[in-house]
C-alpha cells in the first residue's frame, strides 16, 4: 500500500527533513502557526481585532488555544468584509454561499491569489494517491469560472501530467456517459449520488468499455458506504472520498489506500473536535462537532471556525503508515436530520436505504406530521414494485418506527431525456 502522498509532502511544506518528520514536529509546527495566524488577524482583520480584544496574543499549547472564542457561520454572514486581511486589490475570487440560515444574508469567502494557489497545490497532491501522467480525468463539479473547486482542480491535475476536462455537475447521465467513452476518461471526480447515477445508467444500458473507469474521487457531499459499494461493483473502480468545504479552501482532506478516513491538509489547517452544546475541546477519538483554523490563508483566515460538520479524529497511525491526522467520514451535520422517538434519522440513513435498489437514481426527502415523504427518480415503469422494496428497506432500519408513514411518489420529470436533478440532498423539516 503506497503512504498518502500528503506525508512527504507536508514534511515539505513545513520545512522539515524527512527524518525529523513526526508527529511532535508537525505539532509544533502547527502550534507556530497558530500564533503567526493570531497575531496576522488581529493586525489586519476588524473581526479578529474586536473578537480577540480581550485575549492573550501568545499561546505555548494547544489547550491555550481552546480558551479562543469561536468563529460561526452567522459570523460570516453577518459582514463578511470586516474578516478580510488584505486590499480589495489582492482578492483574487470572492465564493458566495447560499444561506441556509434564516437571516436571509450569504455566506462569503474570500481568497487570494496565494490563497488559491494553496489550493492547487494540495489538489495536485491529494490527486495524486489516484492520478498520475497521462490519466484522463472528467471533473464532474462547477468549473467553468476562473477559481472554482472545478477550475483549480483542473490546474492542480494538469500539474500532474494529467488531461483534465470540466463538464459541471451531471444534469444527463447519457450524454456525460458518451463524453467519458469519447475522452476515454478513466477517472472521475464528482458528487456521490451523481457518479451513482452514471454508474447505474451505466449497467444499465452499458455505454462504457469494462474497466475504463480506473478510480473515482467523491466529494461535496457524504459518501454512502451503499454508493460506494455499487460504484466499486459496477465499475469495478477504486473509490475515494474527499472531505472539504469553502471556509477550508475548497479542499479539507483526503483518503489514502487504506481507506480509513481523510488525511488531512494539517500544514494549512488545524482541526479540533468540539462538544456542540458545551464547546468544550473533546479528547482525541470523540465524536463531536469539527472546528478548524487556517494556517497559511491570507485574504480571510478563520480562527476556531465551526462547520457544523460531526465527526472525529482517528488516533493512531494510518494502515498506509503515516501518522497525518485522519478525520473520520462526516455523519451529518449539527441540527440535520430528525428527531424520532426512538433516535435521529439522517439523510446517510435513507441513502443507505434507497440506492440498495436498483431502479433509484435519486430521490429528495421531506418529513411533516409523523410522514416522511419521498420524491423518487426512477428507470422504467415499474414504480409499485420499487415502491415496495423502498418500503421493506426503509422499516429495516429501527428508528423507522412501523407507525411512522412513508409516502412514495416519483419526481417530476418535466422534459423527456432531460433528467430531474435533485440538488437538495438534506432532508428538510417542516413543522
Ligand atoms: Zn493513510
Known amino acids: 500500500m503506497k503512504i498518502t502522498p500528503l506525508h512527504e509532502w507536508i514534511a515539505q511544506c513545513i520545512g522539515c527533513p524527512a527524518v525529523d518528520f513526526n508527529r511532535t514536529t508537525l505539532e509544533r509546527h502547527q502550534l507556530e502557526r497558530l500564533n503567526w495566524v493570531i497575531h496576522y488577524t488581529y493586525e489586519h482583520s476588524r473581526f479578529y481585532r ?5 485575549t492573550s496574543k501568545t499561546i505555548t499549547s494547544f489547550n491555550d488555544f481552546s480558551a ?13 468584509n470586516r474578516f478580510v486581511c488584505v486590499s480589495q486589490d489582492d482578492v483574487q475570487r470572492i465564493v458566495t454561499l447560499p444561506t441556509s440560515g434564516t437571516t436571509g444574508e450569504s455566506k462569503r469567502v474570500f481568497f487570494s491569489a496565494a490563497d488559491q494557489e494553496l489550493t492547487v497545490d494540495f489538489f495536485k497532491v491529494g490527486m495524486s494517491t489516484l492520478a498520475g501522467p ?5 471533473i464532474l463539479l462547477p468549473g467553468l469560472r476562473p477559481g472554482t473547486v472545478g ?4 490546474i492542480g491535475l494538469e500539474r500532474l501530467g494529467c488531461t483534465a476536462t470540466i463538464y459541471g455537475p451531471v444534469d444527463d447521465e447519457e450524454k456525460v456517459l458518451r463524453l467519458i467513452r469519447e475522452l476515454d476518461a478513466n477517472l472521475l471526480v464528482g458528487a456521490p449520488v451523481h457518479l451513482h447515477r452514471l454508474a447505474r445508467w451505466d449497467e444499465a444500458f452499458q455505454i462504457l468499455p469494462k474497466k475504463q473507469i480506473r478510480s473515482v474521487l467523491t466529494s461535496t457531499d457524504v459518501l454512502a458506504n451503499t454508493i460506494r459499494a455499487n460504484l466499486q461493483s459496477i465499475w469495478g ?4 472520498d474527499h472531505w472539504g468545504m469553502t471556509e477550508t479552501g475548497l479542499g479539507g482532506g483526503v483518503e489514502c489506500e487504506a481507506h480509513q478516513g481523510f488525511h488531512l491538509r494539517a500544514a494549512d489547517l488545524y482541526v479540533e473536535i468540539i462538544d456542540p452544546v458545551t464547546g468544550q475541546v473533546l479528547p482525541e477519538g470523540e465524536h463531536g462537532e469539527v472546528v478548524i483554523t487556517t494556517l497559511t490563508r491570507s485574504a480571510m483566515p478563520l480562527i476556531r471556525y465551526r462547520t457544523g460538520d460531526l465527526s472525529r479524529l482517528i488516533t493512531g497511525a494510518c494502515a498506509c503508515g503515516s501518522f497525518i491526522p485522519r478525520l473520520e467520514r462526516i455523519t451529518h451535520r449539527v441540527g440535520a436530520g430528525i428527531h ?10 435513507l441513502d443507505e436505504a434507497l440506492f440498495q435498489i436498483r431502479e433509484v437514481l435519486d430521490f429528495s426527502a421531506s418529513y411533516q406530521k409523523s410522514t416522511l415523504s419521498l420524491a423518487v427518480r426512477i428507470f422504467g415503469d415499474e414504480f409499485e414494485s ?15 418506527q412501523s407507525e411512522m408513514k412513508i409516502k412514495i411518489s416519483l419526481a417530476e420529470n418535466p422534459v423527456q431525456g432531460n433528467p430531474v436533478i435533485l440538488h437538495k440532498r438534506a432532508i428538510s423539516i417542516n413543522h
Open 151 to 154: 477550475d483549480l482542480l483542473k
Open 68 to 80: 479562543f472564542p469561536f468563529t460561526t457561520a452567522d459570523d460570516l454572514r453577518a459582514d463578511p
Open 237 to 240: 473502480c477504486e473509490v475515494f
Open 50 to 54: 474586536e473578537r480577540l480584544a480581550n
Open 134 to 138: 497521462g490519466d484522463r480525468v472528467l
Open 386 to 400: 420499487v415502491e415496495k422494496a423502498i418500503q421493506n428497506s426503509l422499516r429495516q432500519f429501527s428508528i423507522i
Open 340 to 349: 424520532l422517538g426512538s433516535g435521529l434519522l439522517i439523510q446517510s440513513m
